[in-house]
């Protein structure tokens, strides 16, 4: 069983950037697919972005594409997600989440399709 860390999160102003970074341990799979979700204060958990391993085939929210950009490590074993130009409504606590499998031109994003999960890290941004 794969453990999932997440760290980077803090408070931002609006206009600025956090880097966060998800460190798998234990299992390593050969190719899996990690995910980045967030939920807001008081709002159900939503999909943030993909990205499928080792191939590093990436997939986004349509309304983040842009801002925010996944990235792997394979050789750390890291899934970084750089945000840029955070706005207030970017506030929520993030997750990493895994799947062993791998999929091709497009990515599940129902919470429910990633068994393995962070603990969350949290990402305030004031106005």
């Known amino acids: 069983q794969v453990q999932l860390v997440e760290s980077g999160g803090g408070l931002v102003q609006a206009g600025g950037s956090l880097r966060l970074s998800c460190a798998a341990s234990g299992r390593t799979a050969g190719s899996d697919t990690v995910a980045w979700f967030r939920q807001p204060p008081g709002k159900e958990r939503e999909w943030v972005s993909s990205?499928?391993?080792?191939?590093?085939?990436?997939y986004y929210h349509a309304r983040l594409q842009g801002r925010f950009t996944i990235s792997t490590d394979n050789a750390k074993n890291t899934v970084d997600l750089q945000m840029d130009n955070l706005q207030p409504e970017d506030t929520a606590i993030y997750y990493c989440a895994e799947s062993e499998a791998v999929w091709f031109k497009q990515v599940p994003t129902a919470p429910r399709k990633y068994p393995v999960w962070g603990q969350g890290t949290q990402v305030t941004v004031s106005s």
């Open positions: 990205i499928t391993r080792p191939d590093g085939s990436s």
